[in-house]
């Protein structure tokens, strides 16, 4: 019985070492956008780049707030993006800013 059950632990740790071993690693490569420093930067950085490349902002034409701010919505409404009410308008106040029309 005590050796059974010590067969079993056995497999068991080595089933686990072999998961281990499974393991991928991947390298994500580097960031290819630097976004111009200004209020709100770091808010974008964390919350656009969570899906997709930050290239996705600044390869747009230079849009007013306004469109901004319903691009900024459609990927909280329709993509889910996490993102703080405070913090979409942090956000589409800076882009609009930065690489936008201003207002
Ligand atoms: C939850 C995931 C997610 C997050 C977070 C996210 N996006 Fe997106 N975004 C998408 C998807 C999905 C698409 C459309 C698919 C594609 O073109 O790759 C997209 C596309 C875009 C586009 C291309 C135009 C369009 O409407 O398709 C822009 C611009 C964009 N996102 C800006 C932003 C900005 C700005 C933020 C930060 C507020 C942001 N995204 C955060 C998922 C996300």
């Known amino acids: 019985m005590r050796i059974r059950l010590l067969f079993i632990l056995m497999t068991i740790c080595a089933g686990g070492a072999a998961g281990a071993a499974d393991l ?14 200004g209020a709100g930067v770091y808010v974008v950085r964390r919350y656009c780049s969570i899906c997709h490349s930050l290239d996705y902002i600044t390869t747009q034409p230079k849009f007013p707030k306004a469109k901004w701010q319903t691009e900024v919505a459609k990927m909280i409404k329709v993509y889910g993006a996490p993102i703080p009410e405070e913090s979409a308008k942090v956000i589409s106040d800076y882009i609009a800013a930065y690489y936008g029309t201003g207002s």
């Not at 991928?24 to 630097?34: A, G, K, N």
């Open 24 to 37: 991928h690693r991947i390298t994500l490569p580097p960031p290819t956008v630097s976004l111009k420093e």
